[in-house]
């Protein structure tokens, strides 16, 4: 089956992805495709307009910032399973993120993808609830964080308001004492 005709867009920018959105209500949002592509092939779900933010630059990579891991959205569960600062400071999550889908889907599959369309399959959402992540999310109205516990509402639904954009999730690094017992790196 194919997916019903829709107008795609591709978003240079985070500020452009935003514009998108505003100029075409009820938009569907495209990182890694891995959620989006067969719910339209399938035809559970239909878009008018795809705006697609797999190529926002903003939006990737894995740092240390203070005391957290901070992964942009479009990171893929790939990066996040060989995140050296991942591995050694949350990983749980690495554990999680390597195995998630298949080869192809943590090749191309992004964690803020992933995040957005919460399917209760996959091991990344509860992971994030257990380490106390905070889910990074901007819009019309700003910048805001949700805690992971708070932004996963139910099956395949989120807090997400459908004019935002999940911009990168934070991680507490793990403290000494807790996991595995083996000494962690310091986040700084």
């Known amino acids: 089956m194919y997916s019903a005709g829709f107008d795609y867009y591709r978003a240079a920018t985070l500020a452009e992805a935003h514009q998108l959105l505003t100029a075409h209500p009820g938009a569907k949002l495209l990182a890694g495709g891995h959620s989006l592509i ?16 797999g190529r926002v630059a903003e939006l990737r990579g894995v740092s240390v910032e203070g005391d957290t891991i901070h992964m942009g959205a479009l990171t893929t569960h790939a990066e996040v399973a060989i995140s050296a600062e991942v ?8 554990d999680a993120a390597g195995v998630t889908g298949d080869p192809q889907v943590r090749n191309r599959g992004t964690i803020g993808g992933n995040v957005a369309h919460a399917d209760p399959a996959s091991d990344l959402p509860i992971a994030l609830v257990a380490l106390k992540a905070r889910i990074l999310a901007s819009g019309p109205g ?9 932004f996963f509402t139910g099956i395949m639904s989120t807090a997400l308001g459908h004019d935002e954009i999940v911009t990168a999730i934070v991680v507490p690094c793990a403290q000494r004492g807790q996991g595995t017992g083996r000494r962690r790196p310091p986040c700084t």
């Open 142 to 150: 700003g910048e805001r964080a949700v805690d992971a516990a708070a």
């Open 87 to 94: 591995m050694l400071r949350a990983r749980a999550l690495a």
């Open 38 to 53: 067969p719910l339209l092939k399938l035809r559970l779900t239909t878009a008018e307009a795809v705006v697609d933010i």
